[in-house]
């Protein structure tokens, strides 16, 4: 029986403007599978309904609501429960589902009787990410905290004598990025700066996150802090709220994590850096004194401030270039869910795509917590 797969539209924010490119249909064309787009679909990216038929004459345009009750359901970000009630028991959704943040929803879905996959848990035999665009998350990110840095700079007139020192809490892949991010920001500076004072870059290890004294005296010395951290337990932050008064007034603190607060589960999820908000493709910078920290001073303290660059969707700063990487690296794993439909996967599958749906299910993961 031939699947109806239905693509949403991305509307969290204004400047939210990714969607699958019209090549990513031209690829399902020859797939059993029908597929519906939600109308209006690519148009904050200038592609119109003619662009995608050009490339795939099968597509069907359709309603929001419409989309929501197909056998399958892909997009990006995670639409809001009340979107997700439009779902039909027994059917599927593709998204960046975040199991490891997002308790509350992965218990909503499952209630729905929803089969979820996460493309954010896409993974290798060896837990690398496939569906992954660390590079631009990173580079986004750094490109407007290290901007911001400077024109605090200039505003409170700081002697640039010494190098920026840049400090990453987190060493893995998008703590890898971030320090590549940094390096290639410095060297474009390097050609067109003649005075130019250089960067340097510290990555942070628990050994000195952990060691009051030790992380007070880098902290001091730091411009720029990014959390780039990935933590097991969610409840604790990594930097107290007091700890952000020893960096200097004028240093940036740069969310590249962007965990959200959540204190609608058992367990209370809180920032790695403790009392910064959290930004998104409408707002990636805050002031000390905006009113985002408003709602947060009612869960978490605030007291200590610095100019926080945050967002919850940083590879959308970019979204032609995220998008074409997303399509590539999805492409091959949404066809073994085309060809074996989402009961019959098989983790131990000699096909590699399919080892990496598998890895992708809430069935997965609700399975590794047991175990």
Known sequence: MTKNFGFLKMNKEINEKRAFLPDFFEELKE???????????????????????????????????????????????????????????????????HYHTRERRNKFIKKLGISAFSMDSMVDDHGKRVVVNSYGTAFNGANIALNELEKKNVQMKVNNDKPINVSVIGVGDIGLAVAKAFKNLSNERMKSISNYNGLKITMFTRSITSNENILKNELRSTDILVDASSRDDTSKSIISNVMINELSEYAVILDITADPYDFDIESFQVKAIEGIPTGDLDQTVFEIDDKAYEKISEIASTKFRRVVVSCNAWPGVDPIVSKKLYALQLLPILKVLIQKGHDNIDENSKDYYERILYKSSYECFENSIVN
């Open 31 to 97: 797939c059993d599978v029908n597929i519906w787009l939600e109308s209006g679909y690519g148009s904050k990216l200038g592609f119109t309904e003619e662009d995608y038929l050009e490339k795939n004459n099968e597509i069907k345009f359709s309603s929001r609501k419409d989309i929501f009750s197909k056998d399958v359901v892909i997009v990006l970000r995670t639409p809001e429960e009340y979107e997700l009630n439009n779902m039909k028991k027994g059917s599927v959704l593709i998204s960046m589902l």
